[in-house]
């Protein structure tokens, strides 16, 4: 009788054990394909940064320095075309329309030229004013006839001075040859306005 049971329970335990030994097979293959699929997906991984890092434009820097030249003077040359507009409109003196004309001429120019080549560099420039060129504006735009003469004069002296060191600066330290070259073409035309408007303003005086 036992020996009966024991012949049935035999090809039983065969099964067991063979499926037992399946199920390990299984399980390390699946094993082997989870490692394989874990590095595939580490060099996939890997591979998309590289291609960020490479080809996104906004991760070639140009540098601090070059950024903020670039800023500051874009938002100068904003606040030249913008006094400029409100002279035309508010100055009185022949002489300051003249030179107020020029300065939207000149700068609108320069603006653009800068545009160009900080869009190149993925610079994002300032789109409006800061605060301090802003006050300016709105201080001038409450004077009018003679006394804007002298405000607005009294203004572009201070604003080129800062600009032409600004300028000269860049033309030496910049790390970007476009902006370097930016900056030395602009120093000197930036120097003829001064000279000019220091002219205009004493004979204001």
């Not at 997906?41 to 291609?51: E, H, L, Y």
């Not at 100055?91 to 300065?103: C, D, N, P, Q």
């Not at 560099?121 to 201080?139: F, G, N």
């Amino acid at each position: 009788m036992v020996d009966g049971i024991k012949q049935k329970l035999r090809p039983m335990k065969k099964l067991i054990y063979a499926i037992a030994i399946s199920g390990a097979v299984i399980g390390f293959q699946s094993c082997g394909n989870s490692s394989k699929n874990a590095e595939e997906t580490a060099d996939t991984s890997a591979m998309a940064t590289d291609t960020v890092i490479s080809d996104d434009p906004a991760m070639v820097s140009t540098g601090t320095p070059d950024t903020a030249f670039s800023n500051k003077a874009a938002v100068s040359g904003m606040a030249e075309v913008a006094f400029g507009k409100l002279a035309l409109e508010k100055g009185s003196h022949a002489k300051v329309k003249e030179f107020a004309s020029m300065m939207v001429k000149d700068h609108s120019k320069a603006n653009e030229e800068l545009k160009s080549i900080a869009a190149a560099k993925s610079i994002v420039l300032p789109a409006a004013l800061d605060a301090m060129h802003q006050t300016k504006y709105e201080e001038l735009k409450s004077k009018s006839g003679a006394d804007f003469d002298k405000a607005y004069t009294a203004a572009m002296v201070e604003g080129h001075e800062k600009t032409l060191a600004l300028m000269e600066d860049g033309s030496k330290n910049l790390n970007d040859a476009e902006l370097k070259a930016f900056a030395a073409k602009t120093a000197p035309v930036v120097k003829h306005h001064l000279e000019m408007i220091n002219a205009i303003q004493a004979q204001l005086k």
